[in-house]
Antibody, heavy 115, light 107 residues
Framework: EVQLVESGGGLSQPGGSLRLSCAASGFTVSSNYMSWVRQAPGKGLEWISVIYSGGNTYYADSVQGRFTISRDYSKNTLYLQMNSLRVEDTAVYYC?????????WGQGTLVTVSS | DIQMTQSPSTLSASVGDRVTITCRASQSISSWLAWYQQKPGKAPKVLIYTASTLESGVPSRFSGSGSGTEFTLTITSLQPDDFATYYCQQYNSYPRTFGQGTKVEIK
């Protein structure tokens, strides 16, 4: 059974950093396109980053230069390093296995950026 | 980036009603469109992919149609479990983009 379990969310001050993790089971992270999608409170879904199976990465303009997506083959885990956090980064962050429309989603982890 | 415009933003309906939600892409995405259902506090759940293919386990009262730039999600005979927010998403290219969402409320 495919499972994605996010962790690492919490409270950060503006300008701070957090690292989110997404532990996967039932498939190999490095063989798939993996994304992060976020949802601000009461708002819609916003795709923010992808790492291709080949290792290339791509970011939304809203996080370019501040966030870094990566993966660990030995731990079968996806990461999102978030630096220079802003109040507008407050959201639930979802880890997504991209299956071209039949995506698998984690349950999400809440990140709150506030002073 | 491909913009996805979804309408309406809110829809009030009764159990048993037929409901239609529309999604328009700013450029052709062929049939690379998915529909998601999201309930409060939960992750989105895929209902339909490639515009019209029903995901396994999804009730047949859900259907999707369209190609190119115009797409629809139809729910025939709305059930109590269907009151939720629905999103379209294009996966023709990155960045993946979503419609703004349609909240289906009880009338």
């Amino acid at each position: 059974e495919v499972q994605l379990v996010e962790s690492g969310g919490g409270l950060s001050q503006p300008g701070g950093s957090l690292r989110l993790s997404c532990a996967a089971s039932g498939f190999t992270v490095s063989s798939n396109y993996m994304s992060w999608v976020r949802q601000a409170p009461g708002k819609g879904l916003e795709w923010i980053s992808v790492i291709y199976s080949g290792g290339n990465t791509y970011y939304a303009d809203s996080v370019q230069g501040r966030f870094t997506i990566s993966r660990d083959y030995s731990k079968n885990t996806l990461y999102l390093q978030m630096n220079s956090l802003r109040v507008e980064d407050t959201a639930v962050y979802y880890c997504v296995r991209d299956r071209a429309g039949r995506d698998n989603w984690g349950q999400g982890t809440l990140v709150t950026v506030s002073s | 980036d491909i913009q996805m415009t979804q309408s309406p933003s809110t829809l009030s309906a009764s159990v048993g009603d037929r409901v239609t939600i529309t999604c328009r892409a700013s450029q052709s995405i062929s049939s690379w469109l998915a529909w998601y259902q999201q309930k409060p506090g939960k992750a989105p759940k895929v209902l339909i992919y490639t515009a019209s293919t029903l995901e396994s386990g999804v009730p047949s009262r859900f259907s999707g149609s369209g190609s190119g730039t115009e797409f629809t999600l139809t729910i025939t005979s709305l059930q109590p479990d269907d009151f939720a927010t629905y999103y379209c998403q294009q996966y023709n290219s990155y960045p993946r983009t979503f419609g703004q969402g349609t909240k289906v409320e009880i009338k």
